[in-house]
Each structure stands twice: as C-alpha cells, then as structure tokens.
C-alpha cells in the first residue's frame, strides 16, 4: 500500500494554485483542516483567485475567515454565512461572490460530483431565490430544479484518525461534509489529528478510503492555541 | 441543546408551551436560537429523539460537569452529547432522513410567517443573509413545521403577515406558530388562532395582523398538549 | 429509546403483503436475510404478486429463489440472475417479469428514493438495452438518461450486528445493498445475527441508524444447516 | 481471487499476459470468470489494489490454509480476504468509485467485441441472460478496460467482429484485447494488433476476423509489458 503522509508545504504546492476551485471540510468547527487554511492564509501571496466550497463562511478569524479577508477568494459556495458578519460585509459590497445553496442540496451537489452523476432533480427550493437561473423539468406531473453535479480541483479536510494510506475516520461531528468532498475533487489532502499504520482502523468502520486521497499531513495545534488568542 | 443563558421571561415561556408538541416517539430537529431552549422543558418521560443536521440523531444537552466535548455539536456550533442509541453519520444521510420523509417535527425560528403558512427566515436583503442553512429541507420536508417566535419583530410588527416581503424559504409550510401571545395552526390551509396566553385576550393577539384570522372557539387551554396525529413515531 | 425487537411472524405478518413491493439485501449470500425468506416461502400461500427488488435472483434454493420457484413473485428488479438458471427460464416463458438495471444504477436509483430525490441524470447504459423506455435529456451537449428513485413497501436485510433500536453494523462485504434500501422503503426488517444492547456499536461505526427500522428480528440458522441439504 | 480449479493452458497463458497490463499503483477490478486468474500471475513486487464493486477495495486471495471467510466474498461469490489498509462500504461508494474516475483498469469478459471497441458480454438473447451486473458501470467508466478472453466463441468464430450483434453492454470501451493467440489494442479508434503469441502467426491470429484489422509492425513480443501510461496511481 502506498504511504501517502507527506509535509504540509509539500502537498500544498503540488496541488493548490491561484485560480483552484477548493472544497474545505467542517461543519462549525468540526472537520475544518485549520492547519492547512492557516498555511494558506500564511502564504496569502501565493494564491489568489480561488473558490472555496464550504458549508459555511466560519467565523472572521477563523478557518476560512482569514482567506476571506486577505481577498484570496474571488468566489465562496456555501449554505449559512451567518458566522462573519465580515464577509457578509464584503458580499453586501459586491467585493466577492457568494452562492447560498440549500444544506442538503449543497451535499447532494458535491455527491453528484463525485459519483458521476451530472446533475439530479429536486423540489427544494422550487418558489425560492435558490431557483433563480436554475433549469426546471416536468416530470409526472411536477416541476423539478435541475441540480448540476459540483467537482473541485483539491478537497482539504480534517479526520480525527487518518491511516498512512489515507484511509480516514471521524469523531462525532465531525464528518459532516469532509467524506463527500473527499469524493468530488480531482485532489484529496486530508489533515490527520492523529495519523495511525495501515490496518489499525478496522476496515468496515472506515468512513473515507484511501483510494480517495492524495496527501495526509499532520494536523496542528491550533493557532489561537499555540500563540495569542486572535485579533 | 445545552443553553448558555438563562431564556428571558417569553422566550421561556414559548419554549414550555412548545415542548408540549414534541410527542413520544417522535424525531426532532431544532432550529438555531430560541428552539434550542425547548428540550429543557420536556417532562423527563417523554422519549423524544434529537435530529441535528450537522450529522446524528440522539442529540443530549451538554455535559452536566460543563466540560464541553467539541467533537460532538449542534447545528448552532455548541459543545452537547449524544445519547446512548444515537449515531453519526455524515451530511449526506442527514439530510436523506429529512428529504426521505423521516422528521416528524422541525422547530424553527421565523422573520415572517404568512396566513397561508409560508415561512421566510434566511435573508434579509442588504441588512442579514445568514443563509439557509438546512432550513429549507427542513420547513420543505419534516412532516410538521412548528415556528416559535416573538410576537412582534423588533420594529413591533406582528410576525405574521398576509404575504412574506421577504425571501421565502418555502410555501405552505408552517403547521404551528407559537409566540409568547399565543398559539396558531393552520387549518384548511390558513393559520388559524387556537390558544391565547392567560396574559393576553384575543384582541392584543391579533392587534396589528393585517390580515383576517380564524379564531377557533372554544379557545384551547394555555397547557393543552396537541391531539396525536396517526403515526408518529420513527 | 424505542426497543424494536419482535418475532418475527409479528414482523412479517404486520408489514408484508399480497402485492407489496419488497427490497432484499444481499449481493451472492452476503447481507441476504435468509430466515425472513424462508418464513416466506413456509407461508408462500399467504403472500402473492410480490415485487422483489434484489441485487440478484439468488440460486434456486437459496434466498429469494424458492420464493420465485413458489411462483410468489410477479416482477423482479434485479442486476444479475445468473446463478439461477431456473428463473431464467421462468421469465423466458414470460411467467414472471424481470427489469434488468445496471448495478450501480440500481443502488442509485433506491438511493434517490431513499434520499426523497426523484430523478437522476446518467450516461450509464446509453446507446444499450439498458436505456429502452426511459426518457432522456441534453444538458451541456450532452445526452443523459433520467433514471427514476425506487421505492418499496418493506426492506428485508441481514445485518450482522443491530442494537435493540435498529442500528446496524455489517461485517465484511455484507453491506452492499442493505444500508440504502432500508432508507427507501416505508418499513425495514432487520434481521440480526447478533442482537446487542444499545450503545454496544459506537456510534460513529454505526452504518444504518435506527431511525430506518422498524422491526429488528433474530436470524436462525439457514435452513440447510438445520436439516438436510437442499433439494 | 482464490482460485476454485486449475486454469487450463489457453486460460493461464492469457491470464499470465493480462498480468503484465497491472502496473503498480493501480486500482483493477476483475470481473468474474477468466479476469479472476489473473493476480496470481502478478510478481510479488507489484503493488496493485483490487477493488471488488460488491463493496471494497484491497481485495485478497482466499486464505492459503483454505479456511473460508464467507463475510468476504468477491462479485462472484468466493470467498477471499482483505489486504491491510484496505477498506468495506456500502454499494453505492463501491460505484462512486468507478463512475468517478477512480478505477485505473477494468479486467472483463466478452462474448463479443467490435472492431471499435464495443462491448458485448451481458445478454445473448433467448439463451443466456446473466445480467449486466455492474459490467456497463465497469466497460463505460473504468480509466482502461481490458477484455481477456478465448479467440474463439464456441463455434468457432473469433469474438472480434466488425459489429457487434449482441445487446452491447458499452460502446467504444476496449481499450485492450488478450486472447491465447494476441494482444490487440485500440488506436485511433480502432483495435489493432500489437503482438502474436509465439505458437501463432499473423494469419492464423486473423483467420476469420471478418473486418480489416491493423497489425502495428514491428509487432511487440509477447511478454512486453504495455508503456506506463500517464497519471495511473489512485
């Protein structure tokens, strides 16, 4: 089996370029690869131009937050930005662009990505603002939104446990999104809290297999937990 | 499901007259705010299960000792528990039990509700976007849709409206409203008044709807648990 | 939390009947629930035009097969019947209907069922048998198939472990179909090999929540280990 | 991947030459029959993961001391093991992982395969109807689809055709043929072939292929492994 650990610059560089199309794990603060957005955000003149698909917008001085402010981020797909009053600011202002999706679609979307799946029909959202400019089909009588497959160039996420293979599994919540953009981008980096032999997740209790990943790097200590709390 | 204050005086008020309408056997799901106060006000008997959409049902308040466990968190981003029974599970599954017809109830808050039970409760344009969240598969597809909310916005408006000005987040929707005033179903197809807080008469709680109410008399006692609809329980 | 335990003649005699549309788990003799099958077949006057949805049709005296020899089954939706040489001839004869459906279309389709979507798109079997009858539709240049969600009436699946509650854990490659047909059908039978307490499976590991069960039922021994060989 | 009984020559011979296509780093399915001998020919050294699309990935042969585990079986129903760091799922993940792009190399049967490609190998109408299985998610969607199988039908006749006559299961999927006589690959949109094994020539390998074939001269030996394509590695 491939060793897949690498350093987290090393992964980086490979994968991530100005322009990329970025899916970011997490849920609150459950499955954010916090080391990698901040090594993103320590190297904000390197990558300008991406577009980052996340549940939500984090908090200002958080995750993704910090990206958002430095102007890395051209475009942000989400469902709940509720968090960074920040961004919202910046949204309201016309400085990027923000495209809300329904949670489950947002899922759905992502899925569709990975399995092959060009697009599904669905009834969420029919009569919303999240049908503007979408295409609709009659089918038996209803009308459903077509919902177009999304697909990113790189999947960042954070496991609680990460074989050195790749294969990954998660703590409580911390699932949420990070197994199914794992499956819809072109290169998977998972960061790894802890990073454990081959074999030692019992194979039917992984969530994510290894298949699916590129790189695993070792999760940090967070920021605001190594130094100061943030400004 | 933990709080992190106590609920001033109506939002307690509504949370206890809302855990009256979570039923043995039922699966919720609790919106963020003021539907998080709910749980605490359940008879401890009463067996209901937790959905939170960030992935589990069997969601259980936070630690009694107050240690946070920030592996395990609502849909509001707040340290809980699961209890034993429970199971995670990813977002895709989450939202599979809701879109598949599972969820017996959604609490969710509201900025308006309309008579004919729309709900709109995620933008407000150029002032407050937070987003939809999950809130549209929840108002969409749980089998019931309860809104708790204030009475009144902050501009003293009543919540509900003859039309939503704002961005819906779905049509025909909304089965219960409960504010701290009173408590409206919607029959054939229109919310109707049901139950007025011993504070209040009718006339302070329609004061200012603009549009026609159905009042449904004999009015229902403050504390009246609903009827059990045929076939709840997962 | 509810206790889903029942024998399972209250199982079957609740939530089966004449007509009804039935999911089987199962792919080979993995994930099969053979004593529920067996039940049936001991009551096949009791149960007629039965609608199974199944990976494939078993062997003949095995699984679903005698259901099928007992002539209980008016349609079968199924990827592979080649194991059994019998149905085959039953349905060249025209005594039963078989819909052939690519495997990963099937569980797509149960899925999208489950999952409350109503359609797909896919570019899996145009241009084949696969696609006759079914509505297409260009998107983006492009013709895709749209492949309706299935659902049943009952699923009957075999889980090697379930807690008295309904969640699931499968061993191996038992899993295959089991899991998302029991999220598409209105009721779910789980046979248990092992029937533990609740909280005996961690609930990260947990891979069918209890929410989609209704019964939780005790797998027997197979029948051919408790007499003789099969005829 | 165990293997039930001893391949017998034409079968082994094709196996052995189907082994050198398996390049380390790839994800190879192996469908049922014949593409199912084809690991043990693979030298130790290479690291080649096999994805079973009944639900995992790390496929391994059966136990040496004949113990079988029958929680563990392959699409064709025998018993076989889990190699460390491989994983189990569901289904759906199993095909995800084809239609996504993840598998490098599809190992198939056929009863037919045209000139350009296509595939035939589920249905012969009236007389055989095993079911596509998951063979058109495998032929269409797999990143090299390999076809190992007899020269010749029971009949006589080459299983190269201009056009196939049976129901297809994909078109324009084959990327590579291997029979006990040669090794034909497509090239610009059409099968050519590559090599002749040592007992056959040039005609006796297109004997009764009733469509003009390409022979890319000089032909390659027959134990010559194909050029490592770009990007293979999951």
Redesign the interface.
């Known amino acids: 089996?491939?060793d897949r650990t690498v350093p987290i610059d090393a992964a980086v560089s490979r994968f991530i370029r100005s322009g990329s199309v970025i899916m970011v794990g997490g849920?609150?603060?459950?499955g954010v690869p916090f080391t990698i957005l901040e090594h993103l955000a320590d190297h904000a003149d390197a990558f300008a131009d991406l577009t980052l698909i996340k549940?939500?917008a984090s908090e200002p001085h958080l995750g993704i937050g910090p990206l958002l402010r430095a102007g890395m981020v051209k475009k942000l797909i989400?469902?709940?930005?509720?968090?960074n009053p920040e961004f919202?600011g910046q949204?309201?202002r016309g400085e990027v662009e923000c495209e809300?999706v329904?949670?489950?679609?947002f899922?759905?979307r992502i899925?569709?990505g990975?399995?092959?799946?060009?697009?599904?029909?669905?009834?969420?959202?029919v009569?919303?603002?999240?049908a503007a400019g979408k295409p609709s089909?009659r089918?038996?009588g209803?009308t459903?939104l077509?919902e177009?497959a999304l697909r990113g160039d790189v999947a960042l996420v954070c496991a609680?446990r990460v074989?050195r293979?790749g294969?990954a599994?998660?703590?409580?919540?911390?699932?949420?999104?990070?197994?199914?953009m794992a499956?819809?981008c072109a290169r998977v980096i998972v960061e790894g809290k802890q990073i454990v032999e081959?074999?030692a997740i019992?194979?039917?209790?992984?969530?994510l297999?290894?298949?699916?990943v590129d790189a695993v790097v070792q999760a940090q200590p967070r920021r605001h937990m190594r130094t100061e709390a943030p400004a | 499901m933990t709080q992190t204050r106590a609920p001033m005086q109506d939002e307690e008020r509504i949370a206890r007259r809302a855990a009256l309408e979570l039923r043995p056997g039922m699966l919720v799901n609790l919106g963020i705010g003021l539907p998080t106060l709910v749980p605490q006000f359940l008879p401890a008997d009463v067996d209901v299960l937790f959905h939170s959409e960030n992935g589990f049902v069997g969601m259980g308040p936070a630690l009694e000792d107050g240690t946070p466990d920030h592996d395990i968190i609502d849909a509001g981003g707040r340290a809980c528990t699961i209890i034993k029974g429970g199971a995670f599970f990813d977002s895709l599954l989450s939202f599979a039990i809701v879109r598949g017809g599972h969820l017996d109830l959604a609490v969710l808050g509201a900025f308006e509700v309309s008579i004919k039970g729309d709900l709109a409760n995620w933008k407000i344009p150029g002032r407050l976007t937070p987003g939809m969240g999950g809130g549209m598969e929840l108002a969409q597809k749980a089998n019931q849709v309860l809104v708790v909310t204030r009475h009144l916005d902050k501009k003293g408006r009543p919540k509900i409206v003859r039309e939503c000005s704002l961005p819906l987040t779905a049509r025909h929707c909304v089965d219960t409203v409960i504010t701290e005033r009173a408590v409206f179903r919607r029959r054939d197809g229109a919310l109707a008044l049901i139950s007025v807080h011993p504070d209040h008469t009718i006339d302070s709680v329609l004061e200012g709807i603009e549009v026609p109410m159905r009042v449904i008399e004999p009015l229902q006692s403050w504390d009246q648990p609903p009827e059990s609809p045929e076939g709840v329980g997962a």
């Open positions: 089996m491939i849920f609150g603060r459950g549940n939500d989400a469902t709940h930005i509720g968090l919202i949204m309201n809300l329904p949670q489950g679609i899922a759905e899925r569709a990975g399995a092959g799946i060009p697009a599904l029909l669905t009834d969420i959202g009569d919303t603002e999240a089909v089918l038996d209803e459903y077509v177009r609680d074989d293979t294969n599994w998660w703590r409580g919540s911390n699932r949420n999104m990070c197994v199914v499956t819809a081959a074999g019992q194979p039917e209790d992984v969530q297999p290894g298949v699916f």
